[in-house]
């Protein structure tokens, strides 16, 4: 499976930012899906993951109520919704793929992923 991930950029604080991972190489409803993160000297950190079956949805903390997650199982692409940005968004935004999940399950650990994307850079000045 690959993943591409694309929609990253340099936004103002408060602005909004749509990113898109479509994946390849596999059926793309077989996999739960998630959004990591990794700012410059600090760990690759959870996001948001939805399942298989789109009902579960965790977020970090620091992220409910301004990102959406969401899933088009017929275009093999999750989307991540930024809004509300903030500078402490800054990061490097990987999507990643976990194929032993169950039906309604979405992992938050790194360890649950077997695929990841590249990456895709969100800036976000003040």
């Known amino acids: 499976v690959q993943l591409q991930a694309s929609g990253g950029g340099l936004v103002q604080a408060g602005g909004s930012l749509r990113l898109s991972c479509v994946a390849s190489g596999g059926t793309f409803s077989d996999y739960a899906m998630g959004w990591f993160r990794q700012a410059p000297g600090k760990e690759r950190e959870f996001v948001a993951s939805i399942s298989k079956s789109g009902r579960r949805i965790p977020y970090a903390g620091s992220v409910k109520g301004r990102f959406t997650i969401s899933r088009d199982n017929a275009q093999s692409t999750v989307f991540l919704q930024l809004d509300s940005l903030k500078p402490e968004d800054t990061a490097v935004y990987y999507c990643?793929?976990?194929?032993?999940?169950?039906?309604?399950?979405?992992?938050?650990?790194?360890?649950?992923?077997?695929?990841w994307g590249q990456g895709t850079q969100v800036t976000v000045s003040s």
């Open positions: 990643a793929a976990d194929f032993g999940a169950r039906w309604d399950y979405a992992g938050s650990s790194k360890e649950s992923y077997d695929y």
